[in-house]
């Protein structure tokens, strides 16, 4: 089990442009939590996915931003007319169920540079 | 509010040494505790929870209600224990299990 995997590792965007950004999971995982590190902090907790719905978004800014997991493929973290304080580490942890029992695997992050 | 502080950015201690990293929450009603580590070049990974109330690579954490800590100790530091920790809560609202991270303590083990 190759663990969760992310991809790109880093990526560079100019203000303005979009960023999309791959998560996918560990095999028999079914759900997703995206958590983004700015700068000098911890990670914070932006939403939260099953396959094909959004449970929990809470964390996500109410612009540019969006989610998605769908039935196939990975998950996606799509910030739109990105903004210097866009950069940030972004991080996705899958696991078999949710709830506090289960334990969260993260994969190694998105490091997004925004020039 | 949910919150959880570390209030230290760097532990520095000798090998040998006591080790102890502290957390605070602020949580209303039964928070679930964790500790994650991240060594270098390595992704974050659970070190251990309270529920389980296990002993993992000699680190214990106990929860402490009363004082709403839940502070990570090794009584003898190893130099392979140089790593960031970060102590995490889960909470919020139908129990999804989304985690709320403290801002993370870098432990430096000299030799």
């Known amino acids: 089990n190759a663990g969760v995997m992310q991809n790109p590792r880093h990526l560079v965007r100019r203000r303005g442009q979009e960023a999309r950004l791959r998560c996918s999971p560990m095999?028999?995982?079914?759900?997703v939590y995206w958590y983004r590190q700015l700068p000098e902090e911890g990670l914070k907790f932006m939403v939260y996915l099953q396959k094909e719905n959004i449970i929990d978004e809470s964390g996500m800014p109410k612009e540019r931003f969006s989610a998605e997991f769908p039935k196939e493929g990975p998950s996606i973290l799509r910030i739109q007319q990105v903004v210097r304080g866009d950069s940030a580490a972004y991080f996705c942890?899958?696991?078999?169920?949710?709830?506090?029992?289960?334990?969260?695997?993260f994969g190694p992050g998105t490091r997004l540079t925004v020039t | 509010a949910q919150r959880v502080t570390q209030p230290e950015k760097l532990l520095s201690v000798f090998k040998g040494a006591p080790v102890e990293l502290k957390c605070n929450y602020s949580y209303s009603g039964s928070p679930e505790l964790f500790w994650y580590v991240q060594y270098s070049r390595q992704r974050l990974q659970l070190l251990l929870r309270h529920i389980s109330r296990e002993s993992i690579k000699g680190f214990t954490a106990d929860l402490n209600k009363g004082e709403t800590s839940f502070h990570l100790k090794k009584p003898f530091a190893q130099e392979e224990d140089s790593a960031m920790y970060y102590c995490a809560l889960s909470g919020g609202s139908g129990n999804t299990g989304k985690l709320i991270f403290g801002q993370g303590t870098t432990l430096q083990v000299k030799p």
């Open positions: 095999k028999g995982h079914s759900h």
């Open positions: 942890a899958s696991s078999p169920l949710s709830g506090d029992t289960y334990e969260q695997y």
